[in-house]
Nanobody
């Protein structure tokens, strides 16, 4: 079972990027999923999360109004659309998925609530 995050890169402040997270080896269509990030020298932090059906989303205050999380059930893929990027958004971005199957519309915001992690994709925002 593998999650693969991609789409990172170098962008100027104010620009946009779209990250994708694809699952291989199993389906996560009934699992909560989320994005975290880790800046150099800092601990990994929560960015955004989405319920299994996509009806509930939650964002860190630092990205609210600028980032949008979504998921594609047909393709078993999750996305993070990032706009109005700031230098402080520079980090390695990780996608994560919870194990098991969910029936409730809920989101998970803590690292220990996730069982599967992608390898991370680097986003660098220049000023």
């Amino acid at each position: 079972v593998q999650l693969q995050a991609f789409g990172g890169g170098l962008v100027q402040a104010g620009g946009s990027l779209r990250l994708s997270c694809a699952a291989f080896g199993r389906t996560f269509s009934r699992s909560e999923m989320g994005w975290f990030r880790q800046a150099s020298g800092k601990e990994r932090e929560f960015v955004a999360a989405i319920s299994w059906i996509g009806d509930v989303t939650v964002y860190a205050d630092s990205v609210k109004g600028r980032f949008t999380i979504s998921r594609d059930y047909a393709g078993n893929t999750m996305y993070l659309q990032m706009t109005s990027l700031k230098p402080e958004d520079t980090a390695v971005y990780y996608c994560a998925a919870a194990g098991g199957s969910s029936w409730a519309s809920q989101v998970r915001t803590r690292e220990n609530e996730y069982d599967y992690w992608g390898q991370g994709t680097l986003v660098t925002v220049s000023s």
